[in-house]
């Protein structure tokens, strides 16, 4: 009996290691398939811990100031990427990443838009910036889906107060978004002056 369970727990290992190991090649070359590989060759992975507790002070978090929209700013940057040429064409795109960015700032925007003058006419009419806000979350709502994170947020109890609390500081193994922001600046699209 003894054999047959440890036979039970060697094989389903054995099962999970081998869908988890096929199941991430899958999903990599299906990424790479739709990313240019001199971008690829730039990503590096390094693990960062999320500090999500009110009380630990964040460049990005809190009602507008000037560090917070350096912060942002920073991020957020254009980077519209001209590419080598394909089939004899050059092409211009951006790394999808830019457009997540850019959309959570566009909502923060939104949120504060008394602080932002300026800015709310940069939509257009008030119906444009709803769509633009209603894209952005949709968007937003398709990537974390879409990337679905598969780590345990675990919870504490906690005697004194009788109530689970999360444990939000959690590691993850994140790409290096300036390396990404790096590779993007290094092939920036400028205009060309017309030459006629």
Not at 8 to 20: D, R
Not at 39 to 58: G, K
Not at 134 to 140: A, K, P, Q, V, Y
């Amino acid at each position: 009996m003894a054999a047959a369970s440890a036979l039970f727990f060697l094989t389903a290992a054995v099962s999970w290691t081998y869908f988890f190991k096929a199941t991430s090649k899958d999903y990599i070359c299906y990424e790479k398939k739709y990313s240019l590989e001199s971008l690829w060759n730039a990503v590096r992975y390094e693990p960062a811990q999320f500090h999500l507790e009110p009380d630990v002070p964040s460049p990005f978090r809190g009602k507008p100031r000037p560090e917070l929209d350096e912060a942002w700013a920073n991020v957020t940057e254009g980077h519209a990427t001209q590419g080598a040429a394909m089939h004899g064409d050059s092409y211009l795109g951006l790394v999808e990443v830019f457009h997540h960015v850019h959309c959570v700032d566009f909502i923060r925007k939104y949120i504060f838009k008394e602080h932002y003058p300026d800015w709310r006419n940069l939509g257009g009419p008030p119906e444009a910036v709803l769509g633009h806000v209603d894209h952005c979350i949709d968007l937003l709502r398709q990537k974390v889906l879409c990337d679905a994170d598969v780590g345990l947020m675990a919870y504490s109890y906690d005697p004194e107060t009788k109530f689970a609390k999360a444990r939000t500081s959690n590691m993850h193994m994140c790409r290096d978004f300036q390396a990404i922001k790096d590779w993007a600046a290094g092939r920036k699209w400028e205009p060309k002056a017309d030459s006629a």
